[in-house]
C-alpha cells in the first residue's frame, strides 16, 4: 500500500496544480460582478456592466445577488483601488474558511492532524473544492456564505452570543437568504434555556440585526426596481434555456424531479472518441453537475448522527431538509458547475453532523485513505474538464 506519507505530499501538489491551471486561463476581468457593484456603491450608483444574470432595468443593469460580498470589499477597494477584486478577495476568504473549518473539528475534541483531514475532506472532497478555485460571480458569494455560516456555527457550538450569532445571519441573509434557515436551532435555543426575562432579552438581540438586513433588502430593491420585494431574480438575463425553465415557476414542485437527479444521481460520462474509444481524461462530468454521493461520499458519515436523540442535532438535519426542498424547486439546478453547487448553503451544517457522526479525538487510517481517494478522483475530474474544455 502506498504511504501516507506520500499521499500528503502529492495531494497538495495536485490541489495547487488545479489553481493555478485555472487562475492563469481565466481573465482578469472575467465575472467580476461583486468588485464592480462594490465600485458602483464607492461612486454613489447601484448599477454595473452589462453582464450574465443582470437586470435591464430602466436604460441600467444591476446585480440581483445579495450585496453583502460587494461591501466587504469596499474597504479594501477603498484603500487598495479595484484592482482588489474577488481574485485577491476569495483566496484570503479560503484561507479564513479553513482556519474555521479546523476550529469546529478542534472544538469537538478531534486532534490537530484529523482536524487538518477533516478541513481538507469539506475543502477538497466534497463539490467545494470547485468552487474555491473559481472566484467568478455567485460562487464569490457562495464563498462568503460559507465563511459567515461556519463562523455562525463556531459561535452557537460555542459561547453563544445572540448579538454576534444575529450579526452573522444578517450577513448571510444579504449573501444568500437561502442559507438563513439555520436561524431555527437558535431561536430554539434562546427559547428553550432562558427564563422569560434573559429569553427576551437574548431573543431580541439576536432578532434585531436580523430586522436591519431585511429593511436594508427591501429599500435595496426599492430603489433599484420600484418594488421591495423584487430581488431581481424573475427578470434577470439567464439565456433561452433557464428562462423557459423559470417560466413554469422561479420555485416550483415541477422543479423538484429534474433538480434530484442533478443533486444526487447523475453519474459519470465516457470520453468517447472514433467509434467507442475512450480517450484522455477518459472519464468527464456533465456542466449541469455530478451527483453528490460521488464527489461528497465521506459526507454520508454524517447520516449516523440521525441516530441521535439530542433535539438541536434534529433541528440541523430540518434545516438541511427545508433547504433542500426549498432548493430543489428552484428552476435551475446550478449549472455550469462540479456537484450540486448550492447544497453550499448546508454544507457547513452538513460539516457540523459529520464531526458529531465521527469517533473523536482521530480519524481513522482507512478513514484518511478514503478521504484522499475521494479527493484524487474530484482533482482529476476537474484537471481533465478543464483540458478537454480548453481544447
Request: proline fraction near 6%.
Amino acid at each position: 500500500m502506498i504511504s501516507l506519507k506520500i499521499f500528503k505530499i502529492f495531494v497538495p501538489m495536485a490541489v495547487i496544480f488545479l489553481s493555478i491551471l485555472i487562475y492563469i486561463h481565466m481573465p482578469s476581468n472575467y465575472c467580476q460582478q461583486f468588485s464592480q457593484q462594490a465600485q458602483s456603491f464607492i461612486g454613489g450608483k447601484l448599477d454595473i456592466s452589462a453582464y450574465w444574470d443582470t437586470v435591464y432595468k430602466d436604460g441600467k443593469y444591476f446585480w440581483p445577488q445579495g450585496p453583502f460580498p460587494s461591501l466587504i470589499l469596499i474597504p479594501f477597494q477603498l484603500i487598495y483601488g479595484p484592482n482588489f477584486d474577488q481574485f485577491v478577495m476569495q483566496p484570503i476568504l479560503v484561507i479564513i474558511l479553513s482556519l474555521l473549518l479546523y476550529q469546529l473539528a478542534r472544538l469537538k475534541n478531534f486532534e490537530p492532524s484529523s482536524a487538518i483531514f477533516l478541513t481538507y475532506v469539506f475543502l477538497f472532497a466534497s463539490q467545494i473544492v470547485r468552487i474555491i478555485v473559481e472566484p467568478c460571480y455567485s460562487y464569490f458569494a457562495h464563498v462568503v456564505t460559507m465563511v459567515l455560516l461556519t463562523a455562525l456555527l463556531l459561535e452557537f457550538e460555542s459561547k453563544k452570543r445572540p448579538l454576534f450569532l444575529g450579526l452573522l445571519l444578517a450577513a448571510i441573509i444579504a449573501t444568500r437568504i437561502s442559507a438563513s434557515l439555520i436561524f431555527i436551532p437558535i431561536i430554539y435555543y434562546f427559547y428553550s434555556k432562558n427564563n422569560n426575562t434573559s429569553r427576551f432579552m437574548n431573543i431580541t438581540l439576536f432578532i434585531n440585526p436580523i430586522l436591519l438586513s431585511i429593511f436594508l433588502l427591501l429599500i435595496f430593491n426599492q430603489v433599484r426596481f420600484q418594488n421591495p420585494f423584487d430581488n431581481g431574480y424573475a427578470t434577470n438575463n439567464v439565456g433561452d434555456y433557464l428562462a423557459g425553465l423559470r417560466n413554469i415557476g422561479v420555485f416550483s414542485i415541477q422543479h423538484i424531479p429534474s433538480n434530484f437527479y442533478y443533486y444526487f444521481l447523475i453519474s459519470v460520462q465516457p470520453v468517447i472518441g472514433y467509434s467507442t474509444h475512450l480517450v484522455y481524461p477518459f472519464l468527464t462530468y456533465s456542466p449541469y453537475g455530478l451527483s453528490f454521493f460521488i464527489v461528497a461520499p465521506f459526507f454520508l458519515y454524517a447520516f449516523k448522527s440521525l441516530k441521535s436523540q439530542k433535539i438541536i442535532i434534529r433541528l440541523y438535519w430540518l434545516v438541511i431538509l427545508l433547504t433542500l426542498l426549498i432548493l430543489l424547486s428552484y428552476y435551475s439546478n446550478g449549472w455550469v458547475q462540479f456537484g450540486p453547487r448550492f447544497l453550499s448553503d448546508v454544507m457547513p451544517i452538513l460539516y457540523l453532523l459529520l464531526l458529531v457522526s465521527l469517533k473523536a479525538p482521530r480519524l481513522t487510517q482507512n478513514q484518511i485513505i478514503f478521504i484522499i481517494l475521494s479527493s484524487l478522483l474530484n482533482i482529476y475530474l476537474l484537471i481533465g474538464k478543464f483540458f478537454t474544455f480548453k481544447n
